[in-house]
């Protein structure tokens, strides 16, 4: 049971509690008392807005897309090549002295033409016989074949102050066969026959090895005898500045169509046999002995390896893929042989007479440069149809040497 105090106490904190809910209530009427009033919602707002909302919740069918076709690749057209100019034409040579080509592969033949490496369109050779040489004569006879030493040496000046160099014949067949580079203007000097001696060489030729580097052919005769003479000009071949080529074994029966088979092997394959025991050498190019071929020879001549051949028909001068030859017999040139008909231009070239040459120096000239401006005209159409046709298998030809 609490105390009187104890109860005091308790009454005193229930007064005190209900004091203070009183008072709270007090305030919250008060503070009621001071919020606005709620403003009034427009029924037209609320109607708007509820409509607006639906709206958007509403999704519109999107356009059905169709499926796109693949792109169609644009057709390229196929590069058609140009058509290829003719084979320069001159009016300088004679009427049946009709140049002649002898590369079949038209890619083959641009591709060296115009390869900056090679001998540039246009590079010449001028092929000149030379046979007896008389010192001391005042006159040349064409009769004989008969040149005066004066007439040579001026021969000789003529053709160098014309700007020709002298080549050998490995540089002429590098250059007929694939136009490999040589002197824009070159010239072949072809001694024909066996000289006595060596003096020949040395009291007219070895001057212009000297002072130009000029060498020369001899056309040698290759049967087998007098030893003291073939080891005299074996040391002319070993300086290297006469280079000898083959001239028949025994030289003075001249090969025709009535030849046979044995006769031309032996001819043209004897003297193989002794160029080789004397001179270390297999010669690459033969010179027809009298200036007489026949088709059945140029064949059994490449069987046997030999590269060129020369007749004595003076034609004209010969460039890369481009040989003067004559079909028949004309008038024009009434003894020569005709070539075509042997079938092989490289292997029945021309050349011309020493007496003769120095008066056809400048219509080689105009040949080349012919010949030259010629190839610039059909420069772009040349490569056009190299690129289209040929570059795909032979590749692009080079730009720069």
């Known amino acids: 049971m609490k105390s009187n105090y104890e109860l005091r106490i308790t009454q005193h904190k229930s007064r005190l509690g209900n004091r203070f809910f009183l008072n709270l209530s007090l305030l919250a009427l008060l503070l009621a008392?001071?919020?606005?009033?709620?403003?009034?919602?427009?029924?037209?707002?609320i109607q708007t807005t509820a409509l607006e909302t639906a709206l958007a919740q509403i999704s519109l069918p999107t356009k059905t897309q169709l499926p796109t076709e693949p792109p169609v690749p644009t057709a390229t057209l196929p590069r058609i090549p140009p058509a290829l100019p003719g084979t320069y034409q001159t009016s300088i040579l004679k009427s049946h002295d009709i140049p002649r080509t002898y590369i079949a592969d038209t890619c083959e033949y641009l591709q060296n033409k115009w390869n900056p490496n090679n001998s540039a369109p246009g590079t010449v050779v001028m092929t000149i016989m030379i046979h007896r040489i008389d010192k001391d004569a005042t006159t040349s006879d064409f009769g004989s074949l008969t040149i005066a030493g004066k007439d040579l040496k001026q021969l000789m000046n003529d053709l160098h102050d014309a700007g020709f160099q002298a080549i050998n014949m490995q540089q002429m067949t590098d250059f007929m066969y694939s136009n490999a580079r040589i002197p824009q203007l070159s010239v072949l000097l072809i001694v024909d026959d066996r000289a006595g001696s060596s003096s020949k060489y040395n009291d007219h030729f070895r001057a212009y090895y000297e002072k130009w580097g000029w060498p020369v052919?001899?056309?040698?005769?290759?049967?087998?005898e007098r030893p003291d003479l073939w080891a005299e000009h074996a040391v002319l071949s070993a300086e290297g500045w006469v280079d000898f080529q083959a001239h028949g074994y025994i030289h003075n029966i001249p090969i025709s169509e009535g030849s046979t088979d044995e006769?031309?092997?032996?001819?043209?394959g004897?003297?193989?046999?002794?160029?080789?025991?004397?001179?270390?050498k297999t010669p690459i190019a033969y010179i027809w002995p009298g200036g007489g071929f026949s088709k059945r020879a140029v064949e059994l001549g490449i069987q046997l390896g030999y590269k060129l051949g020369f007749t004595v028909n003076p034609r004209g001068p010969?460039?890369?893929?481009?040989?003067?030859?004559?079909?028949?017999?004309?008038?024009?040139n009434p003894y020569a042989i005709p070539e075509t008909p042997a079938g092989n231009p490289l292997m029945t070239l021309p050349r011309y007479t020493d007496i003769d040459a120095r008066g056809r120096i400048d219509e080689v000239r105009v040949i080349a440069q012919e010949a030259a401006q010629y190839a610039e005209q059909n420069k772009a159409s040349e490569l056009e149809y190299f690129d289209i046709v040929c570059a795909p298998t032979y590749g692009p030809i080079p730009s720069t040497p």
């Open 33 to 45: 008392g001071c919020l606005p009033k709620p403003a009034a919602i427009d029924p037209a707002i």
């Open 263 to 268: 006769f031309i092997m032996s001819e043209m």
């Open 318 to 332: 010969v460039m890369y893929n481009w040989i003067p030859q004559a079909d028949a017999y004309n008038e024009d």
């Open 217 to 224: 052919i001899n056309a040698y005769i290759g049967m087998d």
């Open 270 to 280: 004897g003297v193989i046999s002794t160029f080789q025991k004397y001179f270390n």
